[in-house]
């Protein structure tokens, strides 16, 4: 079972900056596609960005011109770097990973994080 580690959330002030990392360990695998995702109360989970192994890039709407992800295959590793942050950028976010183990059949997994509280006050 791939597993996610994620840091890096917290209070900040409105138009501050964050940045988040998610890493993806357990068992010999390849991760295709990182990313995170983000849920505020009462509203469903949207997607933030995501990023291949090859780095291609896929941003929730209007929110590429402040946050940028990127990764390092090497370490299973996922950024997301938060800039300009508003009071509606208020969530919880959750790291996710998916790929396949390097085993016999090479099974596929998704993996998703427990979710790092971001806090951005007015």
């Known amino acids: 079972q791939v597993q996610l580690e994620e840091s890096g959330g917290g209070l900040v002030q409105a138009g501050g900056s964050l940045r988040l990392s998610c890493a993806a360990s357990?068992?010999?695998?390849?991760?295709?596609?990182m990313g995170w995702y983000r849920q505020s109360p009462g509203k469903e989970r949207e997607l933030v960005a995501d990023?291949?192994?090859?780095?291609?890039?896929n941003y929730g709407v209007a929110l590429k011109d402040r946050f940028t992800i990127s990764r390092e295959n090497s370490k299973n590793t996922v950024y997301l770097q938060m800039n300009s942050l508003k009071p509606e950028d208020t969530a919880v976010y959750y790291c996710?990973?998916?790929?396949?183990?390097?085993?016999?059949?090479?099974?596929?997994?998704?993996?998703w994080g427990q979710g790092t509280q971001v806090i951005v006050s007015s």
């Open positions: 357990g068992g010999i695998f390849t991760v295709n596609t």
């Open positions: 996710y990973a998916e790929g396949y183990h390097v085993v016999p059949g090479y099974p596929t997994f998704r993996s």
């Open positions: 990023i291949s192994r090859w780095g291609t890039t």
